[in-house]
């Protein structure tokens, strides 16, 4: 049976993984998680029934701790290695930025020091299998301007704590891959959304606000875009590059989803309308607010690489995958309550 060692298996994509992990395969998951304030295993211990929970394995560590992820490692004894676990929110990047540094660049520098000293140390056959595969975002390229889009060879530029926090880690497995031989696969996304994201993060905020009948917050004029990506979709994509993707390569993922969060948060309000009509129209709640330091103003994805090469195409369109992601918190609002308060966050602005 494969062993797999998922970082950040109890966040919003790490999670997507893992259950997917679970459902379809039977693969051994070594779920790596600190367990911070955006961290559930909710959706996770769901399917813990019967045999699939023997094949669930739940590591409470911080990367930042180079000796507990060592052991950790060792525990794993991996033969594929999913590192999705970072501080991602780029408001909070703001407001705080040591804990990006510290978790973003040397919990990956610990965790490629770790899985080196395993991959060494595996029989030649197991060594010949072996992956690490490094989740990481288009943010690392900056932002565009009206035209282009971000592929493999665009230049890295990153604008906040966050993106420069996740560049540095894509360069250090970078560099592992080239002086070490270690084997890598590095992949860039579009902005993630779908059931299970922690409501901090603009989509699931649209729609505890317009539910709430508060004032629905868009940043500046609302015209910033980017490339939205359903969970699922991106999750096929990660086992694709994980087990098919060519070494030393990275893969741009995005959902052929463009649009301005104007646009986006439009959208949202149109399905609550239907779906909540009593508090329709939903769209008089949106109010604009002082814009975010230093906000990347278009992001855009060329995808060819990874359909020409794995044959990924997302299955969602934006409508659909928003409609079905609107319909899930619908059905889920004791969670968010339960998350949020967990969290002891209130829904306000960070940084």
């Not at 975002?137 to 060879?153: A, I, P, Y």
């Not at 230049?155 to 080239?178: E, G, L, M, Q, T």
């Not at 934006?318 to 899930?328: D, F």
């Amino acid at each position: 049976m494969m062993r797999v060692l998922v970082t950040g298996g109890a966040g919003f994509i790490g999670g997507a993984v893992v259950r997917r992990l679970l459902a379809d395969s039977g693969t051994i998951v070594f779920n790596l998680d600190k367990l911070g304030y955006a961290s559930d295993l909710t959706g996770i211990q769901q399917q813990l029934v019967g045999s699939v929970a023997e094949r669930h394995v739940l590591q409470q560590v911080n990367l930042v701790d180079a000796e507990t992820t060592v052991a950790a490692v060792q525990q794993a004894d991996p033969d594929l290695v999913l590192h999705l676990a970072a501080e991602s929110h780029v408001d909070r990047s703001i407001a705080g930025p040591e804990e990006f540094l510290a978790s973003n660049v040397s919990g990956t520098f610990n965790l490629l020091q770790a899985v080196r000293k395993h991959w060494e140390a595996l029989p030649r056959e197991r060594q010949e299998q072996f992956r690490f595969h490094h989740i990481s975002t288009d943010e690392v390229f900056g932002s565009l301007g009206k035209s282009g889009r971000f592929s493999e060879t665009t230049p890295y530029d990153p604008r906040s704590p966050y993106s420069a926090s996740k560049a540095a880690s894509d360069h250090f497995v970078n560099a592992w891959h080239h002086t070490y031989g270690l084997p890598v696969v590095l992949t860039n996304c579009s902005n993630n959304y779908g059931p299970w994201q922690f409501p901090e993060k603009l989509i699931p905020v649209v729609i505890l606000k317009a539910l709430a009948g508060e004032p629905i917050p868009l940043y500046g004029d609302g015209a910033n875009v980017r490339d939205w990506l359903f969970v699922e979709d991106h999750v096929d994509a990660l086992l694709l590059a994980a087990t098919k993707g060519k070494l030393g390569h990275s893969y741009c993922v995005g959902g052929h989803g463009e649009r301005t969060n104007k646009q986006v948060v439009e959208t949202i309000c149109t399905v609550l309308d239907q779906l909540r009509p009593q508090g329709a129209p939903h769209a008089g709640l949106i109010t604009l607010v002082a814009d975010r330091p230093g906000h990347d103003r278009r992001y855009a994805i060329n995808a060819s690489r990874i359909s020409s090469e794995l044959g990924w195409q997302p299955r969602h369109g934006l409508e659909q995958g928003l409609e079905a992601t609107v319909r899930w918190y619908l059905s889920n609002l004791d969670w968010c309550q339960a998350v949020l308060q967990q969290a002891g966050y209130s829904g306000g602005r960070l940084g």
